[in-house]
């Protein structure tokens, strides 16, 4: 089966090799615009975005982050407002904190492989020296950067999978069988 979405699911991978060649703002805001429609724990919307397309902070962030194999023409830094979490009541490592940081992520992946860009997750940086870098307000921490621009023809080797991955080996349907000696 297939359809637009679906396709756009499957053929989007992580680009680790970008032109150089900045991205058009429209084509930015159109990522931005997409995550506020990520799903969200409770709906309450307790992240920010840092969205950066200046040279040279773009050069700051990526002497902080090893992690960052890429040169990207923008990056959207995704955060958690643990201010607004805490007026919630949340405790500072609630599940659902960190999981709208990945709902978010994969929403911006997405919309930025339909329009042709390519993408990149970095988890690896200094949050201390990111907020330093960003002057940000006490209470944001930064959590993951969304790496943007375009995707040069060929790219490095991604990760190699541990192990055959299939859905079928992600996916454990109904329950699990009773073990025999239980
Ligand atoms: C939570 C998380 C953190 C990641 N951190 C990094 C990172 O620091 N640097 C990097 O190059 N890729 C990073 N990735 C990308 C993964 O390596 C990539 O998604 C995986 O190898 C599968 O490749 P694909 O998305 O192209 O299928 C991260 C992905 C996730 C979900």
Do not use: Y
């Not at 299939?166 to 699990?176: K, S």
């Amino acid at each position: 089966m297939t359809n637009p979405v679906l396709e756009t699911i499957r053929t989007r991978r992580i680009a680790r090799a970008l032109t150089g060649e900045p991205i058009a703002r429209e084509a930015f805001e159109e990522v931005l615009k997409a995550a506020r429609w990520a799903p969200s724990a409770g709906n309450r919307r307790l992240h920010r975005f840092i969205a950066i397309q200046d040279p040279l902070t773009l050069r700051l962030l990526r002497m902080v982050t090893p992690g960052m194999f890429q040169r990207p023409a923008a990056i959207v830094v995704i955060c958690i407002d643990r201010a607004k979490a805490a007026s919630f009541g949340m405790r500072p490592n609630a599940k659902g904190l960190f999981v709208d940081v990945g709902t978010a992520a994969q929403t911006m992946l997405l919309a930025a492989h339909s329009l042709g860009l390519g993408s990149g997750v970095v988890t690896s940086f200094s949050q201390a020296a990111v907020s330093a870098v960003l002057n940000m307000p006490e209470g944001l921490s930064p959590e993951m950067f969304i790496c943007l621009g375009h995707a040069t023809p060929t790219q490095p080797p991604g990760m190699p999978a541990r192990g055959q991955v299939t859905w079928q080996t992600l996916t454990q349907w109904e329950r699990f069988p009773k073990s025999s000696t239980g």
